[in-house]
């Protein structure tokens, strides 16, 4: 079939499966290019398919030469239905690991589930023995509790007060002013439970009690502070809250993984485009604009970048491991630089519906978002027929 992008609000409703499998591979020989890394053997990614779990897969096989299990919760593609863009890109993953005598092997389920992490259990038990990473990068608005059985929502608002700024439809280019409503403590408390810590803990409980932690194990989850400008939706919003329980969490896990000498911690990255930044009022603004003044100083980086530079210089040198004073890894320092967040305040006074394409990246944002689905990606014709049922090769049912 014929595939073309279908939006829906923030969201891309298809997917393409060659511009998925060409932005893989594109990620793939840009590893291949800055060389290997002395990392992770065996490495289980939770949240594997899209964004910086699918970066951390990748380079931990390309970069690495490891043996990877995915987990993820993506749609299988069937006839005349296009699956969704994770599915794709495992795929894609899976298929080129294979030709490179690598394993990968992956699991299509709600990671929340106890089934999920049972399943994923025995993959690591029959398979690879133990893991000596583990990469937590789920990202979802939803997540039924295992002991509970309750079913929890997270929101994106501001605490104690409504907010007001300006933000941008990178649909329709235009500019204008939101306000958002400010959080109950029962969608603090919901958020929290979605994306806090409490998952991550679940997983590397499970795993340890299993004696599936290789000794010396790291285990990384991923979060986000930004600058002032988006601190109220953001960092001291309700998503903010959830971070922080992530970030404490990551103290107790640590503690946890004594016994074995093994460390948690959580990496703060940059701002990028996402499914997920994309839905967050503000931030395609910002993140345009950020776009503009980090290209025009040469210090942009993509997920694989910033993936390949924290196992790189961050979790794999021969020195202690660099933290801030909360114990968190900023890979985010190129985008937090003074002289970077002190050109976006100027240029955020003066961003219009009328000035934003000469002083921002807007072109550039609505490109990397249709890259996420596999469209507008460089060198793939659109108008040809293609097969939209892909199987995913290591995929275990």
């Not at 911690?265 to 931030?283: C, E, F, G, M, R």
């Not at 942009?300 to 020195?319: A, D, N, P, V, W």
Request: proline letters at 4%.
């Amino acid at each position: 079939m014929i595939i073309e992008p279908k939006v829906r609000g923030f969201i891309c409703l298809t997917s393409h499966p060659i511009g998925c499998a060409k932005n893989v591979s594109n990620q793939i020989e840009y590893v291949k290019s800055k060389g290997l890394i002395e990392g992770p053997k065996r490495v289980l990614v939770i949240g594997a398919s899209t964004g910086f779990g699918l970066a951390s897969r990748i380079t931990s096989a390309f970069g690495c030469n490891a043996s990877t299990i995915g987990v993820y919760f993506e749609k299988p593609s069937a006839e005349g239905k296009p699956g969704s863009p994770g599915w794709y890109n495992t795929a894609a993953l899976e298929t080129d690991a294979a030709k490179a005598g690598l394993y990968a092997k992956s699991i299509n389920g709600d990671a929340f589930s106890n089934e999920i992490k049972e399943k994923t259990l025995e993959l690591i038990k029959s398979d690879l023995g133990q893991v000596d990473l583990v990469i937590y990068s789920l990202a979802s608005p939803k997540r039924v509790h295992p002991v509970t059985g309750v079913a929890h929502s997270s929101v994106l608002k501001p605490i104690g007060q409504t907010f007001s700024n300006k933000t941008v439809n990178f649909h329709t280019d235009l500019v204008s002013e939101i306000s958002i409503d400010s959080a109950t403590q029962e969608d603090i408390d919901n958020t929290v439970t979605v994306m806090g810590g409490e998952d991550w803990a679940f997983w590397i409980e499970a795993l340890k009690k299993s004696n599936l932690m290789a000794p010396g194990a790291l285990t990384v989850a991923y979060s986000y502070i930004g600058p002032s400008l988006t601190e109220a939706v953001y960092r001291k919003g309700t998503i903010g809250r959830a971070k922080d329980h992530l970030e404490e969490t990551a103290f107790k896990i640590t503690d946890m993984l004594k016994d074995i000498k093994g460390k948690a911690y959580v990496s703060v990255n940059k701002a990028l485009v996402t499914q997920a930044s994309s839905a967050i009022p503000v931030i395609p603004l910002y993140i345009s604009l950020l776009y503009k003044v980090m290209k025009a100083n040469g210090i942009h980086e993509g997920c694989i970048e910033q993936i390949y530079r924290l196992f790189q210089e961050r979790l794999y040198t021969k020195s202690e491991i660099q933290t801030d004073d909360k114990g968190r890894i900023r890979i985010d320092d190129l985008e937090m630089r003074e002289d970077v967040q002190s050109k976006i305040a100027t240029l955020w006074l003066e961003a219009t519906t009328e000035t934003l394409p000469a002083i921002g990246d807007l072109a550039g944002y609505k490109k990397d978002f249709f890259n996420l689905f596999g469209f507008q990606v460089d060198g793939i014709d659109y108008e040809k027929d293609v097969n939209e049922v892909v199987e995913v090769p290591g995929l275990v049912s």
